[in-house]
């Protein structure tokens, strides 16, 4: 039996301009009015950039200013690079580059819509009959759990920050969600342009972030069309595989043919992907709960209920087709070698669309928990965000100040009066929105998340309007890049370093420092970043040949542990 039974009432949808409303105030804060931040955020820059200002070869072997970056596709890039090229000249290169973030976002929110409000409107997935009817219609249904999907998208908390990031990684949550509608649009119709389509997802994501991800959707896919969908898993074996190898084979090509020297980048690229394979082990486990908990909030509990109550249909497409990319991708996080936030993000998509599912089967009182939680939760982080902005303002609370200060040595508060504006109204809008559901009470679907998008939204607002200048000075390489300038001469020289690639990035676009981009080019300038606590700077000094003057030393003001160093060549 079903395990859902509704009113139509319950499936009122929100309107398409509340929608709207929320994405941009979701997406846009964050993106305006800030420098490239430590580290993925300013590394990815770093190699838009060099492609928009460099040569063929920049834009098939993806480096930074020089400094070879083999593990990365190059997908995601050439969308930076192009924004760059197209709308640099009026909106400077890092705003130009994160045109490509807000890209990246609507496709991965349209998707995630479109796919549960197709598995919505099936027939399995309906509420039972209502016995004097009044029970909702198959779109109607559809559309609310779209709507209840896109708010639990917008309230993840992992996504917050990786969605405003100028990364790969943006890109690959995007298509992964764009895959699942792909899909969908497979089991639904099985037709072949709706293979081709699923195949070209498939190899853009190899293009983007590696094979290992769509290698495990492909065959979580297979599995699933094996047990339950007989038709479809000809499709997959001879449309979809085929045209994701077609896509991959001609970038392989195409870059040996035009450029035979990236051969070697391209076999590094290969090692990489399967370096990430190893066995689970309890440090992966641990890891994945660890940050699971919080990362997947508020979808997993939403999502783990979904699949308890419709356990006795697990053939059930809205159930099966998110669980046959959740698994797969679970898998190759415990697989994984690296226990870094981002392996975390392609699982967002299929839990958002199955927490969808799960909100109907919810009782209320587990419902109002998950309300009462957010409200708790998010507005006493919104009222800390508030007081410790008084204090950096104002001075008072004394000590609330003195902790704002000692983080940012240096910094210079000043007072910005749009703002101000926009964190009131946010703060408003959030209280009003409060009131409405305590007040009302209502009886729609996606009640059960909107008060955690609305919170999550409402913090992030805040954090970019009140406190952006104050995390911004602390994240940005802007003001070292200046100084590095300064100590330069006007013509600017060749400089050696051994910088990692987010400073690198930032030093070249900032402070136009010309690095060497040969392993045999000879420069009369070194730049060195080590640990202040260092006890053998000298030593590090002496694996470079010959005679060095020190010109400078300095460091950001937040950073207690990094250091950097310029030195002129003396003598021949």
Known sequence: MKPVRLPAAATNALPRWGLLALGLLYILPGLIGRDPWKNDDAASFGIMWTMAHGTLQDWLAPNIAGMAMPAESPLAYWFGALCIKLFGWLLSDPLAARLSTVGCFLIGSLSIWYAT????????AQPLKLAFGGQPEPRDFGRTLADGAFLIYLGFLGLLLHSHETSAKTLQIALVAYAIYSAVRVFDTNKPHQALSL?????????????????GVLLGLLTLSGL?????????????????????????????????????QFSTWLSWNSYQINWPTLASLKFFLKYGVWFAWPAWPFAGWAVYAWRRQPQSLHISLPLAFFIPLTLLVLLNVHSEEGILLPLLPALAILAAF???????????????????TLTTCAAFIWIGWIAKETGWPAQIAKNAFKLAPGYQPGFNMIALAIAILTSI????????RISRRPSVLWRAVVLSSGGVILCWVLLMTLWLPWINY??????????IADNMPVVKQCVESNVGPAQRASFAYFGNVRFEDRPDMRCDFLLLQDSIDNQNAEQMLRQYEGRWQLLWEGRRPSD???RFRLYRRVGR
């Open 117 to 124: 409000y197709l598995l919505g409107r099936r027939s399995e």
């Open 199 to 215: 195949g070209a997802v498939l190899g853009l994501l190899v293009l983007t972030h590696g094979w290992l991800l769509p290698a």
């Open 228 to 264: 339950y969908h007989r038709p479809v898993f000809k499709s997959l074996l001879c449309v979809v595989l085929p045209t994701a190898l077609a896509i991959c084979v001609i970038w392989v090509f195409s870059i040996r043919a035009l450029l035979p020297e990236a051969a070697a």
């Open 358 to 376: 799960g909100i109907p089967t919810m009782k209320r009182g587990a419902i109002n928990a998950v309300d009462w939680f957010s409200v708790m």
């Open 429 to 436: 809008f959030w209280i009003l929105l409060v009131h409405w």
């Open 474 to 483: 602390g994240k940005s390489y802007a003001g070292v890049a200046q100084q």
């Open 560 to 562: 207690r542990d990094e």
